[in-house]
């Protein structure tokens, strides 16, 4: 009596039913906006990060770059998240009229990720686990988890891990203290964050930003100036020493003609003790 051969793996594996599906009914091009999209979000992550880090410098990144980067990435997350939750019109069963009836649909609400051929064990726990994974990965956890340490060292409640961990039995802290201190937080910020605008705004009314970012345009080096003038200049010089000589010369003169007079004759000659000027024979 002969007995039953036992199926070898290509036996068992050919006799495995492959899944058959239409690809044509997958909505391909929603799909592929979703993975640009995603993949747009990844690289604004990563130019953020790079922002912040600065090359692994002790310096704090000009703030109108963050800015900009942070907006980039909440526009693109905001894009994203508006995608996902989106309707496209869907012709109803019905009519009312001579007009179809429209109802919203969603095009991801009916798609299922199903390994279309049998896997292998390590197949599916390295290629379609990881697609089918809810919860967060294990770098993203730990940075989260240590963002919330660092965030709890300043806080009095000690945030979540004064909850979790409490210092002491009277020290008991609850979600609703967690809250409300972040929630003073959140208005201590809002508060800086107005009086610095409200300092730009009247630093902007007081000075005159627009002189001091103005473009000057350039000047030369080297200014060529006319032969012209630089004779005039020459000449100019020469008359002005001519005429502080001419000046000494009159003030000598003048000087003479008083010390003539005093002590003698207009003309320089002496004239004897008590004789009168002008009686001279």
Avoid at 106 to 115: R, S, V
Avoid at 134 to 152: H, Y
Avoid at 220 to 231: L, M, T, V, Y
């Amino acid at each position: 009596m002969s007995q039953p051969r036992p199926a070898t793996d290509a036996g068992v594996t050919g006799n495995l039913p492959i899944l058959e599906f239409d690809s044509s009914s997958l909505p391909i091009g929603q799909l592929e906006s979703l993975r640009f999209r995603t993949n747009q979000i990844v690289e604004s992550i990563q130019s953020l990060q790079r922002t912040l880090e600065a090359g692994g410098q002790n310096v704090m990144p000009a703030w109108p770059d963050i800015l900009s980067k942070y907006n980039i990435l909440l526009s693109q997350t905001h894009n994203l998240s508006s995608s996902l939750v989106g309707h496209l019109s869907a012709s109803a069963e019905g009519t009312q009229g001579n007009v179809p009836l429209k109802r919203p649909e969603n095009p991801y609400e009916k798609l299922a990720l199903h390994p279309s051929k049998p896997l292998t064990d390590a197949q599916l726990d390295n290629e379609l686990i990881p697609l089918l994974r809810n919860q967060q990965t294990t770098d993203v956890l730990r940075q989260e988890n240590e963002t919330v340490r660092r965030l709890s060292e300043h806080m009095s409640t000690k945030g979540s891990v004064g909850v979790l961990a409490p210092q002491g039995p009277t020290q008991r802290t609850d979600y609703q203290a967690v809250l409300a201190e972040c929630d003073q937080i959140r208005s201590e910020h809002d508060q800086r964050v107005e009086r610095a605008v409200r300092a730009v705004s009247m630093l902007r009314d007081k000075y005159d930003w627009r002189a001091r970012v103005a473009v000057e345009q350039e000047e030369p080096d080297e200014i060529d100036w006319p032969e012209q003038a630089a004779n005039i200049q020459v000449e100019g010089e020469e008359m002005d020493g001519d005429k502080e000589q001419t000046s000494d010369d009159d003030d000598e003169i003048e000087m003479e003609d008083v010390l003539g007079e005093v002590n003698g004759t207009p003309d320089g000659t002496d004239t004897a003790p008590g004789t009168p000027a002008g009686a001279i024979p």
